[in-house]
């Protein structure tokens, strides 16, 4: 398992604030629900590129 840097975890929270955030939109009344999957997939997105990232080289 890979160091989780500074850049590592503000990356993490990054990606959970947009699931946070889209999730929130999914349950508002008149929120965009395309706008809001978009927003979960990309922040799941990011966190498995920071977890790719803070894997160690091989070698």
């Known amino acids: ?8 975890g503000l990356t993490l929270v990054a990606a959970l604030a947009l699931v946070a955030g889209g999730f929130w939109l999914l ?12 927003m979960m ?3 799941v997105v990011v966190a498995f590129n920071a977890w790719i990232n803070s894997l160690p080289l091989p070698g």
């Open 1 to 8: 398992m890979g160091a989780i840097t500074p850049l590592t």
């Open 41 to 43: 997939v990309a922040g």
């Open 27 to 38: 349950t508002q009344p008149s929120g965009n629900r395309t706008k809001a999957i978009l």
